[in-house]
């Protein structure tokens, strides 16, 4: 098993200090070559889970043991060193950075992960050119379109060869056919033997997934 | 194009740094402008006030020169009044009691003419105008009444005391001038008794002089004197060679010590005895000294002043860098904060994809670094360079090391930095500890 998540509860303090329960007990377990979809209305908890998962916020309750280790057992600075090695994120707002080129963005994780070397620079470049963007290679994000920047993007998050890939609505800001086209990268990944989580409100997306989760209000309903 | 392209750097945090500065160079501009005012004011306002001290200090030099000048102008103002109150020190024969002298006014013992001359071949420094005379109470029969008279021949010329030394200008204005060949001076007295005028023939003695001049009154013996060259009064008074006293001015500069003049004569004629006026002696110390403290107390008045002046100069240039310091570290305060709002979600993601605290830290505080380096370089040369400009003072005269010291040079260099990472600390541990799930969650 690539991820294993048993019980997570997490409530948001609101501002008159009624609790919103934004994820209430929910299990999940991803394995090796699985994508898994999580599907649910805009508020159910969907992002809330993922970060979870993806060790940036601490559950209420539950625990997530990514390959052997407890997320929430380990140091910051351990759950940190965790994430840049064995996660990587893709993000509905793909988050680029505006000011180094494509293959700077792409090779970027690298600085947390202290694993730049010349072998890694090349699997940026092989990336890169898989995901067509080879004449877009020295370009800044800005000068990028909307599906171009996503492939970068899922190229950043893929640089480290991570163990699973976390994709927040990866597509919402994208048309069909380049959604089309990010969605096959993805299910690409998780065929090569990788592992996917992927959270949408869209439903037309679970196609490709092993299994699809119906969420709502921060349960799964289809359980 | 493509070749160049793909000459890829590798990817660090000052890789990022740069290319953030880059991207918004704005920001980075106006940072290092107010850590360059900051560390300019600092520097400059230094050298300035070094210039200004050395440029009051050349000032204040020249004015205590030229206050010395008129000092010693005065001393010697004084000096030549003093000298013209007459000898102070009178030579006598060792054997001459003193009471007798003041009785008869007159020496009735004698030293030999030679005698002078071993005073003035010495080395000894503290007499000057040695003045050898010949003078006897006699009386005139030619014109019936008793006279002084005194033989003398000018001033024997001191050689310790070369002529162009500033004592000496006495030798071009005598105390009592030679009398020329052949003539006679008369003191008042003896003029008006007499009815004689300069230009009138006498005899003395057997022996005809002409008038040479009169005196002015002088209230002392030298009224009922007639001077006569030395020759002619060692004949008239059968004392050939002889002489029956010296005169001679104290210098100024033994004044201080008094008494050093008897050992100093003692040590050249054994058989004289020195004879001190010292109430001339002590005025002339007096006079002196008065000279030089009043000379002191305006030079240091002027010190006084100059301190105070400097002390406002320094508190207002205190003040100024002050306010330039707390400026500049409100504004890097306020940009990085403000740099920090604009990447919020760069810092997210850059956390999210395993970037550690102090690697974020490191992206900020590098910056600040980079803006407080730059500035230190920038604005300690500007800062010299407007200090010098401003203080009017040409460094190639004064050496530059004067006016800027390696410390302070450190210090400009120091500053900005030390500045920027101060100001920049606080928001860069906030950029740091920014919790990613917190900025990834907003859509
Ligand atoms: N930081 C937060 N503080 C307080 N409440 C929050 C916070 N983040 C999310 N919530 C609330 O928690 C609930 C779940 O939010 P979450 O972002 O997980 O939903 P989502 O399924 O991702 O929605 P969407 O499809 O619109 O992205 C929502 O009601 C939201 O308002
Ligand atoms: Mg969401």
């Known amino acids: 098993m690539v991820l294993s998540i048993s019980g997570i509860k997490k409530s948001y303090k609101k501002v008159k200090n009624e609790a919103v329960k934004a994820v209430n007990d929910v299990s999940l377990e991803i394995g090796k070559g699985e994508l898994v979809a999580v599907n649910g209305p805009s508020g159910c908890g969907k992002t809330t889970l993922l970060l979870i998962a993806g060790g940036l916020l601490y559950p209420d309750e539950g625990e997530i043991i990514l390959g052997d280790t407890n997320l929430y057992d380990i140091s910051a600075n351990q759950r940190d060193k965790k994430r840049a090695e064995n996660i990587g994120f893709v993000f509905q707002q793909f988050y680029l950075v505006p000011y180094i080129n494509i293959l700077e963005n792409v090779l970027i994780p690298s600085i947390g992960s202290n694993s730049y070397s010349s072998s890694l620079e090349k699997r940026a470049r092989e990336l890169i050119d898989q995901f067509n963007l080879s004449h877009r290679i020295h370009h800044k994000p800005g000068e990028l379109s909307t599906g171009e920047r996503q492939r970068v993007a899922l190229a950043r998050a893929l640089i480290n060869e991570p163990s699973i890939l976390f994709a927040d609505e990866p597509t919402g800001n994208l048309d069909d056919d380049n959604a089309e086209v990010v969605l096959n990268y993805i299910s690409g990944f998780a065929k090569e033997g990788g592992a996917v989580l992927l959270v949408t409100h869209d439903g037309r997306i679970g196609k490709q997934a092993q299994r699809t989760y119906k969420m709502k209000d921060g349960r799964f309903i289809n359980q | ?443």
């Open chain 2, 1 to 443: 194009m493509a070749l160049q392209n793909d000459q890829s750097q590798k990817i660090n945090i000052w890789l990022i740094i740069k290319r953030e500065l880059k991207h918004k160079k704005y920001g980075f501009i106006t940072g290092v402008l107010s850590l360059v005012i900051a560390t300019a004011g600092f520097v400059g306002s230094i050298v300035l006030l070094k210039g200004d001290e050395l440029a009051t200090e050349q000032l204040f030099i020249e004015k205590e020169r030229e206050l010395r000048e008129e000092m010693m102008q005065l001393e010697d103002d004084y000096r030549v009044i003093m000298r013209n109150m007459g000898y102070n020190v009178l030579i006598l024969n060792k054997e001459q009691s003193l009471s007798e002298l003041e009785r008869n006014g007159y020496a009735s013992t004698y030293l030999d003419y030679e005698d002078v001359w071993k005073i003035a071949e010495s080395d000894m420094k503290t007499l000057n105008h040695l003045m050898p005379v010949l003078q006897e109470k006699i009386y005139w029969e030619e014109m019936n009444t008793e006279i002084f008279l005194s033989g003398i021949r000018g001033q024997v010329p001191v050689y310790s005391k070369p002529q162009h030394l500033t004592d000496d200008d006495e030798y071009r204005s005598p105390i009592m001038e030679r009398v020329p060949e052949g003539k006679a001076d008369l003191g008042e007295e003896v003029a008006v008794l007499l009815n004689l005028r300069p230009g009138d023939i006498i005899i003395v003695k057997g022996e005809k002089f002409e008038v040479n001049r009169v005196y002015a009154r002088r209230g002392t013996r030298d009224d009922l004197s007639v001077w006569v060259p030395l020759d002619k009064a060692q004949s008239i008074l059968g004392r050939p060679g002889l002489i029956n006293g010296i005169l001679a001015l104290e210098c100024v500069c033994a004044t201080e010590m008094l008494g050093q003049v008897k050992e100093d004569v003692a040590a050249i004629l054994p058989h004289t005895q020195v004879f001190e006026f010292s109430s001339l002696i002590a005025a002339r110390a007096d006079v002196r000294q008065r000279a030089s403290k009043l000379h002191e107390e305006i030079i240091f008045a002027e010190r006084l002043h100059q301190m105070e002046l400097r002390g406002e100069k320094e508190r207002l240039a205190s003040l100024l860098v002050l306010v330039l310091v707390f400026g500049a570290s409100v504004w890097i305060f306020v940009l990085i904060l403000n740099n920090i709002r604009e990447r919020k979600h760069e810092i997210g993601i850059l956390r999210a994809i395993g970037f550690r605290r102090h690697q974020v830290l490191q992206i900020f505080l590098g910056k600040s670094a980079l803006m407080g380096i730059v500035a230190g370089i920038i604005g300690s040369v500007s800062g010299a360079w407007l200090g010098i400009l401003w203080s009017g003072i040409d460094p190639a005269y004064t050496g530059f090391e004067n006016l800027i010291s390696l410390q302070v040079i450190f210090l400009g260099l120091l500053l900005a930095p030390v500045l920027a990472l101060t100001a920049g600390f606080l928001p860069s541990v906030m950029a740091a500890n920014q919790d990613p799930a917190n900025i990834l969650s907003e859509q």
